[in-house]
């Protein structure tokens, strides 16, 4: 699979379920644990409460739902990529309009389980700036930030 069958699109909630169903399998091969919240609490959240604070993209490929990233211009709340299209550079791109769109700095969590996470986000750019536990998972998170050179 190379980018260039990829396609960017704002969110439409007729990708719910094939999206949901993407950024459950990614979190949780990444964090080796269960979703907590039914896979119907799940599309609500993504339909109703997600795009309350955040701009939601869509990275496709051949009508499959290859990655999502929800962020505003201060924040990335969620970059999740399909475990079968990583490392081909989707994340990158969803990455890089968001920090177009930024105020000039970023904010973002990880779990600091996710080791693949880390070494992404440093790559591109960014530092650890707090550690903690602030998931309903209860797992340690790292915050991490990016500011424009």
Do not use: C
């Not at 990158?92 to 969590?109: D, F, P, W």
């Amino acid at each position: 699979m190379d980018l260039e069958k990829v396609i960017i699109i704002p969110y439409d909630t007729k990708y719910a379920k094939k999206t949901v169903k993407m950024w459950r399998e990614s979190k949780e091969q990444a964090i080796k644990q269960k979703e907590l919240h039914s896979f119907d609490n799940h599309v609500h959240f993504l339909n109703y409460i997600l795009p309350e604070h955040f701009q939601i993209e869509l990275a496709l490929s051949d009508g499959q739902v290859v990655g999502m990233i929800a962020y505003n211009d201060h924040e990335i709340s969620q970059l999740y990529i399909h475990m079968d299209f990583q490392g081909i550079g989707i994340g990158e791109t969803l990455l890089n309009r968001a920090k177009a769109q930024s105020s000039g700095s970023l904010t973002l969590y990880t779990f600091e389980i996710n080791k693949n996470a880390q070494r992404f986000y440093e790559k591109h750019g960014f530092i650890i700036i707090a550690r903690g536990i602030e998931n309903e998972e209860k797992l340690p998170d790292l915050l991490y930030e990016w500011v424009a050179k």
